[in-house]
């Protein structure tokens, strides 16, 4: 298994990783018809654009040159706290998870966000997702909830900080 910085031949690969996750990630918390609706060409115009977009900092995860999972970093236009960025996703296929493949990607992720100079890393959830169990594992605290729509469903998205991205950086090694 290897990380390795994202490039533009990647989307198709973060593409499928994208969708396959979602529709098991989020499956019985998003409906279902907005999930089965999800597509990998759409999703790879997405991350083309995404890997291009210089302000994106994107780690792909790849075993025998397929990509597995990826993680990416960006400064949400929301986010005006000086020293402050943002974790915007971390996905893994779903037969990957429980292997330390995450806990790798957001070392990664981490690193990269310090070398730019962060101290403070944000990460939106949605409640109902289990794997938010990850982000605290890994010491990050509960902010606030908000609510957003998706497919016309009102749901709930905690905000949770990570005040140190170094101690995050220890933790995950």
């Known amino acids: 298994m290897n990380i390795r910085k994202a490039n533009r031949g990647d989307a198709p690969g973060i593409a499928k990783v994208h969708v396959d996750s979602w529709r098991t990630t989020y499956k019985g918390i998003i409906p279902q018809n907005f ?6 060409e ?3 115009k997405l991350w083309e654009n995404n890997i ?4 994106n900092t994107i780690f792909v995860a790849e075993n025998e040159n397929i990509i597995i ?3 990416t970093g960006s400064t949400r ?4 706290e000086v020293g402050a960025s943002d974790l915007t996703s971390i996905y893994l296929l779903e037969e990957w998870q429980g292997q330390s493949v995450g806990k ?22 949605l409640a109902d997702n289990k794997t938010k169990q990850f982000y605290q594992y890994y010491g990050a605290e509960y ?4 609510q957003l729509s998706i497919a016309g469903k009102t749901l709930e998205e ?5 005040n140190s991205v170094e101690k995050v950086i220890q933790q995950s090694k």
């Open 35 to 40: 999930l089965d609706g999800l597509s990998y």
């Open 42 to 44: 759409q999703r790879t």
């Open 52 to 55: 291009s977009d210089q302000t």
């Open 69 to 71: 999972g990826f993680v």
């Open 77 to 80: 236009s929301t986010n005006k």
């Open 104 to 125: 790798k990607l957001l070392n990664q992720i981490m690193t990269s966000l310090l070398e730019q100079g962060y101290q403070k890393v944000y990460v939106d959830v």
């Open 143 to 146: 902010v606030k909830t908000v």
């Open 158 to 162: 905690e905000i949770y900080v990570w």
